[in-house]
């Protein structure tokens, strides 16, 4: 398992986690079996939200409920969690009662003393800067909240955030799988007229980040596009790309869901791949991608098989 710097906090973790959003419905001995298989894997990373499950921090208590964990057990892994979603909204709340009220439903519902990573979930249009960084600081100080950062924000939204926030916003959490790659292929095709991949839909969170220290971490990986199934095993709609992905695990002794994880990890901007399988061979079939270097040849093969132009 390879590991990552996280922002500039001198901290590694490995570049394959797992998240856990998926868990609601499995039972205790899933629930254990899961994490076991990734622990045994390598990864020692989870990923959380408030909103997660049926209802608000359901996903949190399933997994602390299952899991039990000792003191030591706790002190092994890293809980990274999300607030600012109102689960029966549809709105973003980045309110200083919203996001402390928020952290101290997850600690409690993850059983725990501290969160090692809090991020803000979505984007709230309504957000005062100067709230966040309250919480932040009182969160912080009080040893509730070790590291902080964002997900599915612009550049401008982070600096934003960083005129009042004092901690390093040293993640942002965003969509990218091969076949979602917008914010890998769009500077491939930048100022090229017609074609969709040349829009810019995020301001160029990719340089922004490598260039600030920001650790990007890949939401649905496997997925085709938003929430709409996996592009593996997908050959009427990626016959190419499946090949491709199967000729390549041939060659490097793994899956093609590990080509799926090697192909972010083999970006230089050191992405995390969250993972949110629930099934403990999937686990490792990807934990095994982290351990493949994919050539230049071999990442731009995947790349243009699953439709993408390099002009
Ligand atoms: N920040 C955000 O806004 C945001 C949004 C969404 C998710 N997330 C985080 O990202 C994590 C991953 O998201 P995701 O669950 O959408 O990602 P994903 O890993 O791309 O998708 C996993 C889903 O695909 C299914 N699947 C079917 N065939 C598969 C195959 N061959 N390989 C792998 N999976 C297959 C899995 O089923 P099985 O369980 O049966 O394998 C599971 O339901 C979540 O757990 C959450 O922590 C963050």
Known sequence: MKHVPLGASGIESPNVVL????????????????????????????????????????CEERFAEAMQLTPSQRDEIVLQ????????????????????????????ALRTDRIDVLLLHRPDAL??????????????AAGKVHHFGVSNHTPGQVELLKKSVQQPLAFNQVQLSITH????????????????????????ILNYSRLNDVTLQAWSPFQKG???GVFLGDREQYAELNDVLEELAAAHGVTPTG??????????????????????????????????????EEWYRVLTAAGHTVP
Request: hydrophobic share 40%; aromatic share 8%; net charge negative.
């Open 19 to 58: 998240g856990l959003m998926r868990i609601p419905e499995m039972t205790d001995d899933a629930i254990r079996d899961l994490v076991r298989t990734a622990r045994d894997s390598g990864i020692d990373f989870f990923d959380h939200a408030d909103v997660y499950g049926n209802a608000v921090h359901h």
């Open 127 to 140: 957000v005062e800067p100067d709230e966040v960084a309250r919480a932040f600081d009182e969160l912080h």
């Open 259 to 296: 080509i799926a994880v090697a192909w972010i990890t083999r970006h230089p901007a050191h992405f995390q791949v969250v993972l949110g399988t629930t099934n403990p061979q999937r686990v490792r079939d990807s934990a095994a991608g982290s351990d493949v270097e994919l050539s230049r």
């Open 226 to 228: 938003f929430f709409d």
């Open 181 to 204: 790659a917008n914010v890998i292929t769009q500077g491939l095709v930048a100022n090229m007229g017609g074609l969709d991949q040349a829009i810019d839909r995020d301001n160029d």
């Open 81 to 108: 969690t999300k607030c600012g979603i109102v689960g029966d909204g549809p709105y973003f709340d980045f309110s200083y009662e919203h996001i402390v009220e928020s952290v101290e439903g997850s600690l409690k």
